[in-house]
């Protein structure tokens, strides 16, 4: 089993749309967690942190739920420019990052 | 402020060859990473480094693949010989490294190297 699953999409949403990922990992002890962001041939950047009481900025919200494993990232008013691969990462021990494979989003007119 | 700069931006090679990547990280941080990233996955690390100590190499495929940092800045990634299945992005990142727990740090990534292997 993957340490950090994500279902690889891709996700297709009209502009305007709410869209929401899931992400699973399997080390109980992972501590932090986060989301990056992946364009086509670019390399990852952060896109937020997720904290276990939730956190959004502006038009996205992770969230963390240490009991089912699983975090997830919430996007409303989807623009076409945030069609990428979004790439869930959780710690493995203290000091290193294990990612997901990443989910694609394709926003459409 | 200079992002992570890495070098060569691509790299075709045979198997059986041998190949080297460069990376320098953003000033003042301490921590550097070198990732494996093979199309449709996520990047793998191979090797972490801390200033010049090597904190994390578990994932790195030590009959082929080497990497140093020497004086604690720069960093190079070696592979030899080359397989076809070592072509993918080589991602390096680096971070502050002044957390007491990394994993809590913003890794920022360079560009990458692309390496194909015919």
């Known amino acids: 089993r993957k340490e950090v699953e994500q279902d690889p999409g891709p996700f297709n949403v009209p502009e305007g749309a709410t869209v929401a990922f899931n992400c699973t990992y399997s080390n109980s002890a992972s501590q932090s967690f986060f989301w990056y962001r992946q364009d086509c041939r670019k390399e990852p950047k952060l896109l937020m942190s997720?904290?276990?009481s939730g956190n959004e900025d502006g038009r996205f919200t992770a969230q963390l739920n240490r009991a089912s494993q699983y975090i997830s990232l919430l996007i409303r008013d989807s623009k076409l420019s945030d069609s990428a691969t979004y790439l869930c990462v959780g710690s493995g021990g203290y000091n290193k990052l294990i990612f997901g494979a990443g989910t694609r989003l394709a926003v459409h007119p | 402020e200079a992002g992570v700069a890495q070098s060569p931006r691509y790299k075709i090679i045979e198997k059986r060859q041998s190949v080297a990547f460069w990376c320098n990280p953003i000033?003042?941080?301490?921590?550097l990473y070198w990732y494996q990233q093979i199309l449709g996955q996520g990047p793998k690390l191979l090797i972490q480094?801390?200033?010049?100590?090597?904190?994390?190499d578990s994932q790195l495929p030590k009959d082929r693949f080497s990497a140093e940092r020497l004086k604690g800045v720069d960093s190079t990634l070696k592979i030899q010989p080359a397989k076809l299945e070592d072509s993918a992005v080589y991602l390096c990142?680096?971070?502050?490294?002044?957390?007491?727990?990394?994993?809590?740090?913003?890794?920022?990534f360079g560009p990458g190297t692309r390496l194909l292997v015919l």
């Open positions: 000033s003042g941080h301490a921590t």
């Open positions: 480094f801390q200033n010049n100590g090597v904190v994390d």
């Open positions: 997720v904290y276990s």
């Open positions: 990142a680096s971070s502050s490294g002044q957390n007491g727990r990394l994993a809590e740090e913003t890794q920022y």
